[in-house]
Nanobody, 124 residues
Framework: QVQLVESGGGLVQAGGSLRLSCAASGRAFISHAGGWFRQAPGKGREFVAALLRGGSSTYYPDSVPGRFTISRDNAKNTVYLQRNSLKPDDTAVYSC?????????????????WGQGTQVTVSS
């Protein structure tokens, strides 16, 4: 069973930086794709970023090109999500996930394992 634990959330002032961590068990991000999703109050879960297995290829939604950066540290078995210049509309619960295949990674249904999420609140 793959276990994922997010950390790094909290209250951040607009213009500040975000760096979330997702620590995985069993070397999950060596053999799995990694993804980040977020869910704002009253909205559905939104795709943020994905890191494909088998290399360093990344994918981001067209709605927020280049805003977020997903990366991986193999030595720490951890996937990160980073962004500077945060805005209030970035407020959401951010969740990481792992997928066994590089298929349909913009969809929540394509992922096999999920963390519990971490709250990020950006104030004006």
């Amino acid at each position: 069973q793959v276990q994922l634990v997010e950390s790094g959330g909290g209250l951040v002032q607009a213009g500040g930086s975000l760096r979330l961590s997702c620590a995985a068990s069993g070397r999950a991000f060596i053999s799995h794709a990694g993804g980040w999703f977020r869910q704002a109050p009253g909205k559905g879960r939104e795709f943020v970023a994905a890191l494909l297995r088998g290399g360093s290829s990344t994918y981001y939604p067209d709605s927020v090109p280049g805003r977020f950066t997903i990366s991986r540290d193999n030595a720490k078995n951890t996937v990160y999500l980073q962004r500077n210049s945060l805005k209030p509309d970035d407020t959401a619960v951010y969740s990481c996930a792992a997928a066994e295949r590089n298929l349909g990674l913009t969809s929540t249904s394509s992922y096999d394992y999920w963390g519990q999420g971490t709250q990020v609140t950006v104030s004006s």
